[in-house]
């Protein structure tokens, strides 16, 4: 069992930006971030493969956000630009377990989440 630690997270002003990390107690495959807002359902936002050359985004996401990843440190980041208020929620890391190549929004691993709130 792998267990993911997400941090970075905070109470800031809209068009800031800020980063998101999330480490991983051991290897993993893909790694990617999700959200829930108040309300809300949980919704995908960006994932990265293990190699860290294939990405891929939510419409909402697109322009704004890079997600990337450190092997050597088994984290992932999400860099969040231009930060609107509507991009306030709990975000989520998950992470699929080391040799498995998936697709979807299914994943073997989550965090505990990181409260992002951008005030407007």
């Known amino acids: 069992q792998v267990r993911l630690v997400e941090s970075g997270g905070g109470l800031v002003q809209a068009g800031v930006s800020l980063r998101l990390s999330c480490t991983a107690s051991?290897?993993?495959?893909?790694m990617g971030w999700f959200r829930q807002a108040p309300g809300k359902e949980r919704e995908f936002v960006a994932t990265?493969?293990?190699?860290?050359?294939?990405?891929y985004y939510a419409d909402s996401a697109k322009g704004r956000f890079t997600i990337s990843r450190d092997n050597a440190k088994n984290t992932v980041f999400l860099q969040m630009n231009s930060l609107k208020s509507e991009d306030t929620a709990v975000y989520y890391c998950?992470?699929?377990?080391?040799?498995?190549?998936?697709?979807?929004?299914?994943?073997?691993?989550w965090g505990q989440g990181t409260q992002v709130t951008v005030s407007s």
């Open positions: 990265i493969n293990w190699s860290g050359g294939g990405t």
């Open positions: 051991g290897r993993t495959s893909r």
């Open positions: 998950a992470a699929d377990r080391y040799g498995i190549i998936r697709r979807g929004y299914e994943y073997d691993y």
